[in-house]
């Protein structure tokens, strides 16, 4: 007898539904797609092209003797067999993504209009200074916008991602170590156990030798830890306030003066910035260099929406070292300021080729003047109150790695729930992609054992929440009736089935090959 879930849909209790393959392989109206090079249509095209009218003798050896070895689609079916693959995917726009430590949020499509207006989506770096001025202007009002959101007298704003402004951030503080002459001693960067991965390769990659430092038992930075390693050695210390357990340091004004008394320079990590836009300067904190991630606190396209932004704010011991270009206005205009330049003579050098990505610049901006001062501020107060509303709404159920206090942006709970009951973090992920739902972060922060670490945003309404906290608290419910099955093979439903992720990783299939026997390519 079917009874209701806490979703509200019919369900067998005790076990889980088995259905028949289909026929074709599609489900319901979700249609079974091959790949590209597996389709129809080797040997035609799909658009007529006139005869050429020389035979090509004067390419030497360089004309086509064998088939290209790709498939000929019309235009039909190109455009289905992208929408397929599309529907393949999980979307924001089709449901919450609550990847801890990402903050997928919705991009508003006012952004998107911005963005493809003519004068900025149809420009050339290479244009005369005199063409740009608009765009130049709004770069400028980026910067100041940046600038009086983190306390903080100058920003570079070529870096293209949070990890690339991190570069750029220990870059200047290697210039300026150089410029003391210091930099042949200070070679060693503090970074702290649950620091995001980027911190310690980042350091690396500059040169320096990188050094742990332990977290409390709250999951915060320990102070003591971090004085007794300390010393005249050391360049730079690089926090992520909030932390990756979504936890603000506390001890930060300590942190920051101990790290200055060592002569050392505050790299911190912006990529939790939306948990405290408005609320917080950075600068105030005694900070030296932050990242900013677009994508993450302006709503900018995260991931493969193109190429990203990760603006570096700096403090006034570093703004000479910025990298070059920047923007100045004078009584000539808007122009650029390069490294020639004698107004950037102690730039580290540049980050990229010209000026940044001017679609993330207009998309960022958009989504700061809708706003305003008053509406960035709410935007750290709502993501905030919708992290700590699921963790309170599932703190009965699951376990909170770290219970006692709120939480900021994002809620982290551990493993120590699940004990007992054969099911582990990646099975209940794997579960929650046969509700509907984008899993959550898995096994990071690496602190804390079986990490499923949670961060709604501010974006999403009470309704969603509410739907997704309920589908949580089937699944844990489910998992401690002792529901195995339903976990053990997660997902049923999904387009494809659990894959062998050990194999996957290990020996991963990265080039595709016609099966022993086909013709395909040689069509």
């Not at 961060?455 to 195995?484: C, H, N, Y």
């Given at each position: 007898?079917?009874?209701?879930?806490?979703?509200?849909?019919?369900?067998?209790?005790?076990?889980?539904?088995?259905?028949?393959?289909?026929?074709?392989?599609?489900?319901?109206?979700?249609?079974?797609?091959?790949?590209?090079?597996?389709?129809?249509?080797?040997?035609?095209?799909?658009?007529?092209?006139?005869?050429?009218?020389?035979?090509?003798?004067?390419?030497?050896?360089?004309?086509?003797?064998?088939?290209?070895?790709?498939?000929?689609?019309?235009?039909?079916?190109?455009?289905?067999?992208?929408?397929?693959?599309?529907?393949?995917?999980?979307?924001?726009?089709?449901?919450?993504?609550?990847?801890?430590?990402?903050?997928?949020?919705?991009?508003?499509?006012?952004?998107?209009?911005?963005?493809?207006?003519?004068?900025?989506?149809?420009?050339?770096?290479?244009?005369?200074?005199?063409?740009?001025?608009?765009?130049?202007?709004?770069?400028?009002?980026?910067?100041?916008?940046?600038?009086?959101?983190?306390?903080?007298?100058?920003?570079?704003?070529?870096?293209?991602?949070?990890?690339?402004?991190?570069?750029?951030?220990?870059?200047?503080?290697?210039?300026?170590?150089?410029?003391?002459?210091?930099?042949?001693?200070?070679?060693?960067?503090?970074?702290?156990?649950?620091?995001?991965?980027?911190?310690?390769?980042?350091?690396?990659?500059?040169?320096?030798?990188?050094?742990?430092?332990?977290?409390?038992?709250?999951?915060?930075?320990?102070?003591?830890?971090?004085?007794?390693?300390?010393?005249?050695?050391?360049?730079?210390?690089?926090?992520?306030?909030?932390?990756?357990?979504?936890?603000?340091?506390?001890?930060?004004?300590?942190?920051?003066?101990?790290?200055?008394?060592?002569?050392?320079?505050?790299?911190c990590d912006g990529a939790n910035f939306n948990a405290i836009v408005g609320r917080v300067r950075p600068g105030d904190l005694g900070v030296d260099a932050m990242h900013i991630n677009l994508h993450k606190t302006f709503s900018t396209p995260h991931g493969g929406g193109g190429p990203g932004a990760g603006p570096v704010v700096l403090s006034e011991a570093l703004a000479p070292f910025a990298p070059a270009p920047w923007v100045v206005h004078d009584a000539d205009g808007y122009r650029l300021i390069e490294r020639e330049e004698d107004e950037a003579a102690q730039a580290f050098g540049r980050l990229c080729a010209f000026q940044g990505q001017m679609g993330m610049y207009t998309r960022a901006l958009s989504y700061?003047?809708?706003?305003?001062?008053?509406?960035?501020?709410?935007?750290?107060?709502?993501?905030?109150?919708?992290?700590?509303?699921?963790?309170?709404?599932?703190?009965?159920?699951?376990?909170?790695?770290?219970?006692?206090?709120?939480?900021?942006?994002?809620?982290?709970?551990?493993?120590?729930?699940?004990?007992?009951?054969?099911?582990?973090?990646?099975?209940?992920?794997?579960?929650?992609?046969?509700?509907?739902?984008?899993?959550?972060?898995?096994?990071?922060?690496?602190?804390?054992?079986?990490?499923?670490?949670?961060?709604?945003?501010?974006?999403?309404?009470?309704?969603?929440?509410?739907?997704?906290?309920?589908?949580?608290?089937?699944?844990?419910?489910?998992?401690?009736?002792?529901?195995?099955?339903?976990?053990?093979?997660?997902?049923?439903?999904?387009?494809?089935?659990?894959?062998?992720?050990?194999?996957?990783?290990?020996?991963?299939?990265?080039?595709?090959?016609?099966?022993?026997?086909?013709?395909?390519?040689?069509?």
């Amino acid at each position: 007898m079917s009874s209701m879930n806490t979703v509200g849909r019919p369900t067998t209790p005790n076990r889980v539904e088995t259905k028949p393959a289909t026929l074709t392989g599609g489900r319901g109206l979700l249609q079974d797609e091959h790949l590209i090079f597996e389709s129809d249509g080797w040997g035609k095209t799909g658009v007529d092209l006139p005869e050429p009218k020389t035979d090509g003798a004067d390419l030497g050896d360089l004309v086509r003797r064998d088939p290209i070895g790709l498939p000929g689609l019309s235009e039909p079916e190109t455009m289905r067999h992208y929408v397929r693959l599309s529907q393949k995917n999980h979307a924001i726009d089709l449901a919450i993504y609550p990847l801890g430590s990402c903050t997928m949020k919705h991009n508003p499509r006012l952004n998107e209009k911005m963005a493809r207006l003519p004068g900025f989506s149809d420009i050339h770096p290479l244009q005369p200074v005199s063409t740009v001025q608009g765009a130049l202007e709004l770069m400028d009002t980026l910067a100041h916008w940046l600038k009086t959101l983190t306390g903080m007298p100058a920003v570079a704003l070529s870096p293209k991602a949070g990890a690339h402004g991190e570069l750029c951030g220990l870059m200047a503080i290697r210039a300026a170590h150089e410029a003391s002459g210091e930099h042949e001693k200070r070679r060693k960067v503090l970074v702290p156990t649950s620091a995001h991965g980027t911190n310690p390769a980042t350091a690396a990659f500059v040169g320096y030798t990188v050094v742990e430092v332990a977290q409390t038992e709250d999951g915060r930075v320990d102070v003591a830890d971090l004085a007794s390693k300390l010393g005249d050695d050391v360049a730079a210390i690089m926090v992520t306030n909030p932390n990756t357990c979504g936890l603000f340091e506390r001890d930060i004004l300590e942190i920051s003066r101990l790290t200055h008394e060592a002569g050392a320079y505050f790299y911190c990590d912006g990529a939790n910035f939306n948990a405290i836009v408005g609320r917080v300067r950075p600068g105030d904190l005694g900070v030296d260099a932050m990242h900013i991630n677009l994508h993450k606190t302006f709503s900018t396209p995260h991931g493969g929406g193109g190429p990203g932004a990760g603006p570096v704010v700096l403090s006034e011991a570093l703004a000479p070292f910025a990298p070059a270009p920047w923007v100045v206005h004078d009584a000539d205009g808007y122009r650029l300021i390069e490294r020639e330049e004698d107004e950037a003579a102690q730039a580290f050098g540049r980050l990229c080729a010209f000026q940044g990505q001017m679609g993330m610049y207009t998309r960022a901006l958009s989504y700061m003047m809708s706003h305003g001062s008053d509406g960035l501020r709410q935007v750290a107060e709502d993501a905030v109150l919708n992290a700590n509303y699921i963790k309170a709404r599932l703190s009965d159920l699951m376990s909170p790695a770290f219970p006692d206090g709120p939480c900021m942006h994002e809620a982290l709970f551990d493993d120590e729930w699940l004990k007992g009951t054969e099911v582990t973090t990646l099975d209940f992920a794997k579960a929650m992609i046969d509700e509907g739902f984008h899993p959550m972060t898995m096994y990071f922060p690496l602190v804390v054992h079986g990490a499923m670490l949670i961060e709604p945003t501010e974006t999403e309404s009470k309704q969603e929440l509410d739907r997704f906290i309920e589908a949580m608290r089937a699944l844990a419910t489910a998992a401690k009736a002792g529901e195995v099955d339903r976990f053990k093979g997660a997902p049923f439903h999904a387009p494809m089935r659990r894959l062998d992720e050990t194999r996957a990783a290990r020996s991963p299939v990265l080039r595709w090959t016609a099966p022993e026997g086909s013709n395909i390519a040689a069509e």
